[in-house]
């Protein structure tokens, strides 16, 4: 008598990748992105000096990853192509967050229903607004849903406990001394020790600067801003 065939139901297949992909990212650190008055904060715990959660994309758009370092780091490639390939073709102003984010749902939505292993990851787009355009920041899950986050997106192992403590903390946009001094909180409670400014990676992308407006937040800068030690 010939053996039946192994099978395995489409949805839980779906339920498989879905939990792989939850687990490999809960095992890293988190990134915030946060609207300030200047701009947009974006902050991840990152004990590594070299290896960038949070970097820029394009002139006003940022791009923070967390998860398995190699996959969101081709992401974030990926994403500048895709940016200069579109903005060289068309127009600059053609090039925005949510058009990359919906970029970045389709190739992750790709990944988790084709391909055998789901992507580890989940990244975040943000867009420092400018003439009269409103700040823009978009969380794109493993699977390609987006999230439009009006105020913070958090992502990563400590995702849903920051998520809460900042909704709880932050009746409204706060300034950028003050978002670097919750953050800076946030990161340390959550985690349960203290959280040296050191391994706190930090960017802004800044509304009053022209052109191509991110910038890292040093150590000093960052001390200065929260009042404590670099």
Known sequence: MAALPFYVSPEQIMQDKAEYARKGIARGRSAVVLRVEEGILLAADNPSAGLHKISEVYDRIAFAGVGKYSEFENLRKAGIRHADLKGYTYSREDVTARSLANAYSQLLGTAFSQEMKPLEVEIVLAEVGYNGRSDEIYRVSYDG???????????????????ALLKERLPEIPSLSRGVKLLKEAFAEISGATMPLSQIEAGLLERASTGRVFRRLGGDELAALSGGQP
């Not at 439009?148 to 849903?160: I, N, Q, Y």
């Open 145 to 163: 849903s987006i999230f439009d986050e009006p105020l913070f997106a958090a992502v990563g192992g400590k995702a849903e406990p920051l998520a």
